[in-house]
């Protein structure tokens, strides 16, 4: 049964990706893989396979959406990481397994900035804290001093271990100065259903599932990361609005080659996904996905990936 999915994932590829005569490229000269880290069906990849029908008319070239899952994202990364940078074989991640991991993980032999060539931002979104709908606080500030109160509700739910979650929730804890304790769960939705049914006191997730919940009433989105409010969710205040500094961050997708990848394709990369980011048949199934567009220059890809190391770095190694 794997391997049929497997087959039938592929000639899904190949058969929706393919080549447009008028959108043919100068400097990508055959069949394009781009290597998604994570297992087919989840948003990376489906994000990738929404883009890649795109990419393959402006460049002029088959896209075949290759799955390498393993490892929280290191075996995929690595596969590209030891690719030729000739176009053949590109990255589309997160920052999670690109910049995060390898801060995290002794194992990972990679470096987001050393190893890898920025082609360009896709999406980004924030991550965002919910709570049940049926407590007797509605927003942040009820919910921060029902836990200064409460020692039970000093738990909060998290799709993994480590990373932005912990960082949110260790971010709260400083402010309050007291001790919160993360829940792991496997993946954003059992959170978020933990969160609805009451089960956890609170749940920190993805904008995805918080929009999903957001939108049936079932719970209460009362914080969101970034520097900005999300125009996902214009009513809901960032941690820096309510007093939690720190958390000026979020997540993003983006395409990313082997180091000592040339110039003139990535640059042609680069105008491709900004064209095709701009398409409003595309930008309505990402917002579907509850899924910033966040179309980037070079310059601007590169600028991103150096920031958000440094971010992390300082945010692992608990310095402000």
């Avoid at 069906?41 to 008319?57: C, H, N």
């Avoid at 070239?61 to 290191?74: C, D």
């Avoid at 939705?189 to 919940?213: D, K, L, R, Y």
């Avoid at 095709?276 to 990402?286: C, G, H, R, T």
């Amino acid at each position: 049964m794997r391997t049929r999915s497997r087959v039938l994932g592929v000639l899904c590829a190949i058969a929706c990706f393919a080549i447009s005569p008028a959108g043919a490229a100068q400097s990508f000269q055959a069949p394009i893989r781009i290597v998604v880290p994570y297992a087919a069906g989840g948003g990376t990849d489906v994000v990738a396979r929404i883009l890649g029908q795109d990419l393959a008319k402006e460049l002029g070239q088959v896209v075949v959406i290759e799955n390498k899952a393993g490892a929280s994202g290191q075996i995929g990364t690595q596969f590209v990481r030891d690719a030729a940078p000739n176009g053949t074989t590109l990255l589309f991640t997160v920052d999670h397994s690109l910049i995060i991991v390898p801060l995290t993980t002794p194992g990972a032999q990679y470096d987001a900035e050393k190893d890898f060539t920025a082609l360009g931002q896709a999406t980004r979104t924030s991550w965002t804290l919910s709570i049940p709908v049926d407590r007797s606080y509605s927003d942040f500030v009820g919910y921060a001093e029902a836990v200064k109160k409460d020692a039970a509700l000093r738990f909060y739910g998290v799709p993994f271990v480590g990373g932005a979650p912990k960082v949110v929730g260790d971010a709260m804890a400083h402010e309050w100065g007291l001790p919160m304790e993360p829940v792991p769960y496997s993946g954003s939705a059992p959170v978020i259903q933990s969160v609805m049914a009451g089960q956890v006191p609170a749940g920190i997730t993805g904008m995805p599932e918080a929009m999903a919940v957001y939108r049936s009433g079932k719970a209460r989105v009362i914080a969101v990361s970034g520097a900005e409010r999300t125009p996902l969710l214009p009513d809901v205040p960032t941690f820096r609005e309510l007093g939690v500094d720190g958390l000026e961050f979020y997540t993003f997708m983006g395409f990313f080659a082997p180091k000592d990848f040339p110039q003139e394709m990535a640059q042609e990369f680069n105008v491709a996904l900004r064209k095709v980011l701009a398409n409003p048949v595309v930008l309505d199934k990402l917002q579907q996905m509850s899924l910033q567009p966040a179309s980037t220059t070079l310059d601007e890809a590169r600028d991103e990936v150096v920031d958000a190391n440094h971010f992390w770095k300082q945010a692992i190694n608990g310095k402000p």
